[in-house]
Nanobody
Framework: QVQLVESGGGSVQAGGSLRISCEAS????????MAWFRQSPGKEREGVAA???????SYADSVKGRFTVSQDNSKNTLYLQMDSLKPEDTAMYYC?????????????????????WGQGTQVTVSS
């Protein structure tokens, strides 16, 4: 069974850094658009960053210049390095895949095309 398992969430003070990871099982990774989403209470789940199978990244404007998405194909693992964290970055972060599609298109519209989600990892940023 194909699965996405996130790890690395936690609590950090504003201005700090955190890296979260997502390990993919099966053949998910080799032919999919991979992405990170986040959701805080009372808000819609939003796309944060995505990465094409060839490594081309895309970012939401709110995190551009602070977050970096990357992947290690040998480990089937997706990463999100989060720097200069702000209290408004506090959310549950979800790893996601648009399986079978190697290129991510239109990050704001990606959520509707996601067909595999991880269970989420909490990131809390205090002021």
């Amino acid at each position: 069974q194909v699965q996405l398992v996130e790890s690395g969430g936690g609590s950090v003070q504003a201005g700090g850094s955190l890296r979260i990871s997502c390990e993919a099982s099966g053949n998910t990774y080799s032919s999919s658009c991979m992405a990170w989403f986040r959701q805080s209470p009372g808000k819609e789940r939003e796309g944060v960053a995505a990465i094409d199978n060839d490594g081309t990244p895309s970012y939401a404007d709110s995190v551009k210049g602070r977050f970096t998405v990357s992947q290690d194909n040998s480990k089937n693992t997706l990463y999100l390095q989060m720097d200069s964290l702000k209290p408004e970055d506090t959310a549950m972060y979800y790893c996601a895949a648009e399986m079978g599609i190697p290129y991510c298109r239109d990050l704001p519209l990606l959520r509707a095309r996601i067909n595999l989600w991880g269970q989420g990892t909490q990131v809390t940023v205090s002021s």
